[in-house]
């Protein structure tokens, strides 16, 4: 992707409610989207991915998020969340190996009880 | 859960001081990335191989920094001359290739230049 936005630097929720996080992407073709978690002292962890085909794709945890070429869009959400959630998530995309993963700044999700 | 060993941990140098850190992709995959994740959460692309050659690299990394992925040894990312600005946590990351996109990460090595 040429470019990766994810609006939302923090995000504050209760535990058990609903969580989304939006990710808009900018690229002349539909590149491959990636969202990834950050625990703090990790590294990056793949909770879904999109290549083509049913715009809602389901990943680890609970977590799924929709493609929308029209919107140039591609949210996370997550129907009830847990304590556990908190961490910072990242919208990537991919058009070719060579030019490698492009990523958001992330949005840190805190979740409170 | 990746299986990309990144080492070490932690790693603190003076200015001016060599710093190298090593990375073990997941068996199999041939493609392998090297990230820069700075303070502000902003990724930068340092280089990328496959099959232990390069396939892009930045300005940057032709500079000061110098990588290589031999067959049969682990990758590594070297700094030859480290600078205040240089600290960040770099991550390493593999991929299948071109079959399947996935890009799995390690968890990194957090450089701190004093």
């Known amino acids: 992707a040429q470019s990766v936005t994810q609006p939302d630097a923090r995000v504050t929720v209760s535990e058990g409610a609903s969580l989304q996080l939006r990710c808009k992407y900018s690229?002349?073709?539909?590149?491959?989207l990636f969202w990834y978690v950050q625990y703090p002292r990790q590294g990056l962890q793949l909770l879904l991915k999109?290549?083509?085909?049913?715009?809602v794709v389901q990943g680890v945890n609970g977590f799924e998020a929709e493609f929308s070429k029209s919107n140039s869009s591609f949210h996370l959400r997550k129907a009830s969340v847990h304590w556990s959630d908190s961490a910072v998530y990242f919208c990537a995309g991919l058009n070719n190996y060579a030019q490698g993963l492009t990523f958001g700044l992330g949005t840190r999700v805190s979740v409170f009880p | 859960n990746s299986k990309v060993i990144q080492t070490p941990r932690y790693l603190v140098k003076g200015q001016g001081q060599k710093a190298k850190m090593r990375c073990i992709p997941e068996?199999?995959?041939?493609?392998v990335f090297w990230y820069q994740q700075n303070k502000n959460n902003e990724f930068k692309f340092l280089i990328n191989?496959?099959?232990?050659?390069?396939?892009?690299q930045i300005d940057m990394t032709e500079k000061r920094f110098s990588a290589e992925c031999p067959s049969n040894s682990p990758c590594s990312l070297e700094i030859q001359s480290s600078e205040a600005g240089d600290s960040a946590l770099y991550l390493c990351?593999?991929?299948?290739?071109?079959?399947?996109?996935?890009?799995?990460f390690g968890k990194g090595t957090r450089l701190t230049v004093v």
């Open positions: 999109y290549y083509s085909g049913d715009p």
């Open positions: 068996k199999g995959h041939p493609v």
């Open positions: 990351a593999s991929s299948p290739g071109q079959a399947n996109t996935e890009v799995f």
């Open positions: 191989f496959q099959n232990q050659e390069v396939l892009q």
């Open positions: 690229s002349s073709v539909t590149p491959y």
